[in-house]
Nanobody, 115 residues
Framework: QVQLVESGGGLVQPGGSLTLSCAAS????????MNWYRQVQGKQREFVAM???????FYADSVKGRFTTTRDDDANTWYLEMNSLKTEDTAVYYC?????????WGQGTQVTVSS
């Protein structure tokens, strides 16, 4: 089992920065990739970023150049660094672990970008 807890969301002004954390516990070995998604009320979930266990990263065009996903191996924590935030980035952000054919989701953390 993998348990994920997102944190770090909040209110930030346009152009500001936030770093989201995804703390993993349980059976960490076997996680192939950690993905970040976001969802706005009433809309479909949107892919944001991916970090595979070989270090490969991939970002949605909408966040490329502004967001960076990293991992602290010792702390079993993944991060999503968000810079130059826009109002369009407002959403609930989720991390999801891909482990041996199963996906594990955190509870999500709200990010609100507003003046």
């Amino acid at each position: 089992q993998v348990q994920l807890v997102e944190s770090g969301g909040g209110l930030v002004q346009p152009g500001g920065s936030l770093t989201l954390s995804c703390a993993a516990s349980g059976t960490i070995v076997g996680i192939n990739a950690m993905n970040w998604y976001r969802q706005v009320q009433g809309k479909q979930r949107e892919f944001v970023a991916m970090l595979s266990n070989d270090g490969t990263t991939f970002y949605a065009d909408s966040v490329k150049g502004r967001f960076t996903t990293t991992r602290d191996d010792d702390a079993n924590t993944w991060y999503l660094e968000m810079n130059s935030l826009k109002t369009e980035d407002t959403a609930v952000y989720y991390c999801t672990a891909d482990r041996r054919g199963r996906n594990y989701w955190g509870q999500g953390t709200q990010v609100t970008v507003s003046s």
